[in-house]
């Protein structure tokens, strides 16, 4: 899998809108672009993941830069429990003897200012 | 309840010793990953089966072995265990579809404490 680079860190106030930044240079035309969070003591769970155009969900939106060699994934009004560790993941296609594994790397810590 | 169930939740041994972690995946999903989480590491990736057969090895130690049945239920057998293993251990599984947009549901987690 490709790599991303993340910001270790970031911070916002409540209720206002979050751009958590992933660069992803090396990225192959077939990768998908996953987020994923983690809670404190908690597992990681699924934000929210795209190829080419941006995407939305009931969690986030996922805006993909047109080279694809970044990606920002929104929060729209950033909640006490959206307090989290941010992870930028890169899928490749199954190739046919290929897995699927994750790997994950340190991610963006999001605190949220009451 | 995100529908992937780890059990124990939490497990305190000695060094030396032997202990397995059990994951069942949610239902439908045919394959299972193996994670280790400890805080100077962060999530690494250790094993994955997809409908009983070993798909894909990453940073798993020789003591450590895994297995997946044909209930599809997993386990991960750490034995001979160190200090240094004391970590938390992650399950996830995902159906497996031949794009990379394949989702990972993650379990809570066992938490072992090697003492």
């Known amino acids: 899998d490709a790599k991303t680079t993340q910001p270790n860190s970031m911070e916002s106030n409540e209720e206002e809108p979050v751009h958590l930044p992933c660069n992803h240079s090396?990225?192959?035309?077939?990768?998908?672009i996953h987020w994923y969070r983690q809670l404190p003591s908690q597992g990681p769970e699924y934000v929210i993941h795209g190829l080419t155009s941006n995407v939305n969900n009931r969690m986030a939106s996922l805006a993909i830069a047109e080279d694809r060699k970044s990606s920002t994934l929104i929060l729209h009004r950033a909640t006490l429990r959206d307090a989290a560790v941010y992870y930028c993941i890169l899928r490749a296609v199954y190739s046919g003897a290929g897995s699927y594994q994750l790997t994950f790397g340190k991610g963006t810590k999001l605190s949220v200012i009451p | 309840d995100s529908g992937v169930t780890q059990t124990p939740k939490h497990l305190i041994t000695a060094t030396g010793q032997r202990v397995t972690l059990r994951c069942s995946p949610r239902?439908?999903?045919?394959?299972v990953y193996w994670y280790q989480q400890s805080l100077d590491q962060g999530l690494q990736f250790l094993i994955q089966y997809y409908n009983g057969e070993e798909r894909a090895k990453g940073n798993i130690l020789e003591r450590f072995s895994a297995q997946q049945f044909p209930d599809l239920h997993s386990e991960l057998n750490l034995s001979s265990l160190e200090l240094g293993d004391s970590a938390l251990y992650f399950c996830a599984s995902s159906v497996e579809g031949r794009t990379g947009a394949n989702v990972l549901t993650f379990g809570a987690g066992s938490r072992l404490t090697v003492l």
């Open positions: 239902s439908g999903d045919l394959s």
């Open positions: 090396t990225i192959s035309g077939t990768d998908y």
